[in-house]
T-cell receptor
Framework: GAGVSQSPSNKVTEKGKDVELRCDPI?????LYWYRQSLGQGLEFLIY????????KSGLPSDRFSAERTGGSVSTLTIQRTQQEDSAVYLC????????????????FGPGTRLTVL | GNSVTQMEGPVTLSEEAFLTINCTYT??????LFWYVQYPGEGLQLLLK?????DKGSNKGFEATYRKETTSFHLEKGSVQVSDSAVYFC???????????FGTGTSLTVIP
């Protein structure tokens, strides 16, 4: 597709359940980011992938959060044993940080997944 | 550390009014600066950017100038429209591979 896509668009779950959120970045983009947007808050950085390098996990709020990126493309953010405070919109973004004229530090965002933990 | 501080909202303006949304930053290096816009029910879209001091980013009638001396990147538009109603986020990036640091967003409502 032309842009970043995320699924599902909405997810309602019960406290204590695990959830998986998916992100499909723009084709060919080397970097992928996850952010969290809580009600009335700005965007909180969670994790960053670039190529084959080890991900920057410095923003993950607890060990219940993890993410992987398979084949340098699709990424899945997993939240285990969800808590009510995990309710937020989870945003994925991608950018091209390879060499050449396509390089850009502009991040392109997906529409987000709204997670509600009851 | 790195951070972005932007004007708190919400902001309500009449159509054709002048808009300024203030944004200041602290950064450990030489950042690129961005304004993103989030229309109701949609994801974040890049509005404009500037990559070095004194650069002016512009798009859709919006402008922002990268002011290193005042560490600012204020967003302006001379005549707002109802369709500009959205949340505006100021952000900085330190370059290759770094996360973005976002402000908390400013909600703008333009009334006819």
């Amino acid at each position: 597709g032309a842009g970043v896509s995320q699924s599902p668009s909405n997810k309602v779950t019960e406290k204590g359940k695990d959830v998986e959120l998916r992100c499909d970045p723009i084709s060919g983009h080397t970097a992928l980011y996850w952010y969290r947007q809580s009600l009335g808050q700005g965007l909180e950085f969670l994790i960053y992938f670039q190529g084959n390098s080890a991900p920057d996990k410095s923003g993950l709020p607890s060990d219940r959060f993890s993410a992987e990126r398979t084949g340098g493309s699709v990424s899945t953010l997993t939240i285990q044993r969800t808590q009510q405070e995990d309710s937020a919109v989870y945003l994925c973004a991608s950018s091209y940080l390879g060499g050449g004229t396509r390089f850009t530090d502009t991040q392109y965002f997906g529409p987000g997944t709204r997670l509600t933990v009851l | 550390g790195n951070s972005v501080t932007q004007m708190e909202g919400p902001v309500t303006l009449s159509e054709e009014a002048f808009l300024t949304i203030n944004c200041t930053y602290t950064a450990t290096g030489y950042p690129s600066l961005f304004w993103y816009v989030q229309y109701p029910g949609e994801g974040l879209q890049l509005l404009l950017k500037a990559t070095k001091a004194d650069d002016k980013g512009s798009n859709k009638g919006f402008e922002a100038t990268y002011r290193k001396e005042t560490t600012s990147f204020h967003l302006e538009k001379g005549s707002v429209q109802v369709s500009d109603s959205a949340v505006y986020f100021c952000a900085l990036s330190l370059g290759t591979g770094n996360q973005f640091y976002f402000g908390t967003g400013t909600s703008l409502t333009v009334i006819p």
